[in-house]
Each structure stands twice: as structure tokens, then as C-alpha cells.
């Protein structure tokens, strides 16, 4: 079992910057591939990046390719998103997830444990 919660939303401007982080419990984080999701009103919940059990492979979606960074540290348990650049259409709630497989997958359906979520809002 993997329990996930995730911190560092907020409001920022547009063109600001914002680190989420997002804690894990459990022997397997190390083996586990970790992924950002996020979901806005009225929409689907859309794949952010995402990163190997290793690191070695990572993985954005367009929208946020250049503007922000995914990252991991093994011997905290933690995974992180980095957010430049901000934009409004940033906003959403954002929700950690880990999947038992090591390798990285960009569908919802790939991953087997969320996080609560952490709210993003940035305004313009």
C-alpha cells in the first residue's frame, strides 16, 4: 500500500512559480514510476508528467513541456514538480500518483494510487 499527500499549491501570478511536492509512505516508492495529474472544472483529468522508478525516464505533456520540471529524491520518498512560467490555464487541482510498475505511464488507468490533491490557481 502507497499513501500520497500532496503540498505546495496556491495562488500565483501569471508568470510566477510554484514547487509541488508530494510525500509518500511505503518500502516501494523507489520501485514505483510517480506521475503530476491534474483535472480543472468541467474537464477530464489530464496527465502532467510523469518519471521512472530511476529517474531515467521522464516524460511532460506539450502544454507544459519547458515550463515545468518533474524530479524525485528516493531517500525522501518524494517526488516534485517544478512550475514556471505560470499560466492561467494552469489552473486545476493538481494529484500525485504512483504506479506499482517502475516504468512510466501517461494514462490515468496506468497508475494505482492518488493523492488527495492540491489545489493550483493562478491568476491573470
Known amino acids: 500500500q502507497v499513501q500520497l499527500v500532496e503540498s505546495g499549491g496556491g495562488l500565483e501570478e501569471s508568470g510566477g512559480s510554484l514547487r509541488l511536492s508530494c510525500a509518500a509512505s511505503?518500502?516501494?516508492?523507489?520501485?514505483?514510476?510517480m506521475a503530476w495529474f491534474r483535472q480543472a472544472p468541467g474537464k477530464e483529468r489530464e496527465f502532467v508528467a510523469g518519471?521512472?522508478?530511476?529517474?531515467?525516464?521522464?516524460n511532460y505533456a506539450d502544454s507544459v513541456n519547458g515550463r515545468f520540471t518533474i524530479s524525485r529524491d528516493n531517500a525522501k520518498n518524494t517526488v516534485y514538480l517544478q512550475m514556471n512560467s505560470l499560466k492561467p490555464e494552469d489552473t486545476a487541482v493538481y494529484y500525485c500518483?504512483?504506479?506499482?510498475?517502475?516504468?512510466?505511464?501517461?494514462?490515468?488507468?496506468?497508475?494505482?494510487?492518488w493523492g488527495q490533491g492540491t489545489q493550483v490557481t493562478v491568476s491573470s
Open positions: 500518483a504512483a504506479r506499482i510498475s517502475g516504468l512510466l505511464g501517461v494514462r490515468a488507468n496506468d497508475y494505482n494510487y
Open positions: 511505503g518500502r516501494t516508492f523507489s520501485s514505483n514510476a
Open positions: 518519471i521512472s522508478w530511476n529517474g531515467g525516464r521522464i
